[in-house]
């Protein structure tokens, strides 16, 4: 059974970096491309990027000079770095993999962390 | 905004037909397949259509897609109580170094 859960800090100061992890259990992280994807309250889902087991990246524009993603096939993770935060940020992070590799076709989800971007 | 167009709400009493649009463009829905995802609150999106009109493993067979030069649309026929969520169509954005978009989002209220 594939599970992916996401883990980090749900709260974060302006201007500062938000980090998250995703973990994957039930499948290797091997030979998937793995995704960010946002939801702020109120609003709908936005994809923030994805990262291939190589890691390959592409960014949404809209964070592409705040963002990096990173994977650690050792771990079975990937990562996502969001620097200089704003209450923008503010949304509940979801990790999913990306079945058709570099694309929007995202089969398996975490549940979502929610992180909150205030002093 | 959403590059992806989708109307915010749409209902129907339990067996109607229901019908979700998603407006794009050429450097989107015109040029690559749609995906559509089902969404219930404090839950994980759920893959429901993907390449325009193929139900992944233990989608029912209700909920079908299609597409349309710049426009996709989702279809839930025989709507039941828990098809009560939020939709969102997604696809791939050719322009820049390519991105996923996904739609404005449209909440299936089951009167």
């Known amino acids: 059974q594939v599970q992916l859960q996401e883990s980090g800090p749900g709260l974060v100061k302006p201007s500062e970096t938000l980090s998250l992890t995703c973990t994957v259990s039930?499948?290797?992280?091997?030979?998937?491309?793995w995704t960010w994807i946002r939801q702020p309250p109120g609003k709908g889902l936005e994809w923030v990027g994805y990262v291939s087991d190589t890691g390959i990246t592409n960014y949404n524009p809209s964070v592409k000079s705040r963002v990096t993603m990173s994977v650690d096939t050792s771990m079975n993770q990937f990562s996502l770095r969001l620097r200089s935060v704003t209450a923008a940020d503010t949304a509940v992070y979801y990790c999913a993999r990306d079945a058709d590799g570099g694309s929007d076709t995202f089969d398996m989800w975490g549940q979502g962390t929610m992180v909150t971007v205030s002093s | 905004q959403s590059v992806l167009t989708q109307p915010p709400s749409a209902s129907g009493t339990p067996g109607q037909r229901v019908t979700i649009s998603c407006s794009g463009s050429?450097?989107?829905?015109?040029?690559?397949?749609v995906n559509w995802y089902q969404h219930l609150p404090g839950t994980a999106p759920k893959l429901l259509i993907h390449?325009?009109?193929q139900r992944p493993s233990g989608v029912p067979d209700r909920f079908s897609g299609s597409k349309s030069g710049t426009s996709a649309s989702l279809a839930i026929s025989g709507l039941q109580s828990e098809d009560e969520a939020d939709y969102y169509c997604?696809?791939?954005?050719?322009?820049?170094?390519?991105?996923?978009?996904f739609g404005s989002g449209t909440t299936v209220t089951v009167l």
């Open positions: 390449r325009n009109n």
């Open positions: 039930g499948v290797s992280i091997s030979s998937y491309f």
């Open positions: 997604a696809t791939w954005d050719d322009s820049l170094n390519g991105f996923c978009v």
């Open positions: 050429s450097s989107n829905i015109g040029s690559n397949t």
